[in-house]
């Protein structure tokens, strides 16, 4: 997943980041509305958690923003403030949820895949199309009865594409999701060529079934 944790706690943000990163996630961070503001207008995230105290304002404007930009990222909001009136204000502006400091990160995990999988794949933890299922939970994938091994931004890539299936996806969108900001140095995309050419060979060798589409001089369309 991408994710944008919004927090200006330093030790608390450290710990969520490397707690998140170690497992392949892909992990921005903003310790202020207007950070947070200008990374959301410009990427786009599986689920951004989002604290409401930031030092220049109220972290629901963040939430405001977001809807005004008619984005469709999933929003988990934290805060040390255990209030019904918080939780409500949060709720009705279109938060997904909603955690109270101190927490677990195994429970902040489990809230965001819940999250995720509420928004892009209807609440279930296993993902099939054709004849290729993936269980979120475990990160297993079979193509048929086999069972196939594939690298993290592979199998990243994979469950991307199968939740936009017949789509045109660019590849700017593609290198946008599937790695971090940094993408803005590369000086060209043919990483995600690379990427596709192999994770289109194992998916041949298994069902001999070639699901991208090559829309040429835009991107790709898995169907």
């Not at 199998?155 to 969108?173: P, S």
């Not at 090559?214 to 169907?223: A, D, E, N, R």
Request: glycine share 6%; proline share 1%; with cysteine.
């Amino acid at each position: 997943m991408k994710l944008l944790f919004i927090e200006d706690e330093p030790v608390l943000l450290d710990s969520i980041r490397n707690y998140f990163s170690e497992d392949g996630n892909i992990c921005e961070t903003a310790t202020n509305l207007l950070t947070a503001r200008e990374k959301i207008s410009r990427y786009e995230y599986d689920c951004i958690v989002l604290d409401i105290g930031l030092p220049d304002g109220n972290g629901l404007e963040v939430l405001r923003y977001i809807k005004e930009m008619d984005k469709d990222e999933g929003v988990l909001i934290v805060s040390g403030r255990n209030s019904l009136d918080d939780r409500l204000s949060g709720l009705n502006l279109g938060a997904d949820d909603y955690i109270i400091k101190p927490f677990h990160l195994a429970e902040l995990k489990a809230r965001i895949m819940a999250v995720h999988r509420r928004r892009a794949f209807k609440g279930s933890n296993l993902l099939q199309y054709d004849a290729i299922s993936i269980n979120l939970d475990s990160m297993e994938v079979r193509v048929g009865d086999h069972l196939v091994t594939l690298t993290r931004k592979e199998y990243d890539m994979l469950v991307y594409f199968i939740a936009n299936k017949g789509k045109v996806i660019t590849r700017n969108a593609i290198a946008d999701h599937l790695w971090h900001d940094e993408v803005d140095l590369a000086e060209s995309f043919d990483f995600i060529y690379t990427h596709i050419k192999n994770l289109r060979k194992k998916m041949l060798d298994h069902c001999g079934k070639d699901y991208f589409k090559t829309v040429y001089g835009i991107g790709y369309k898995f169907s």
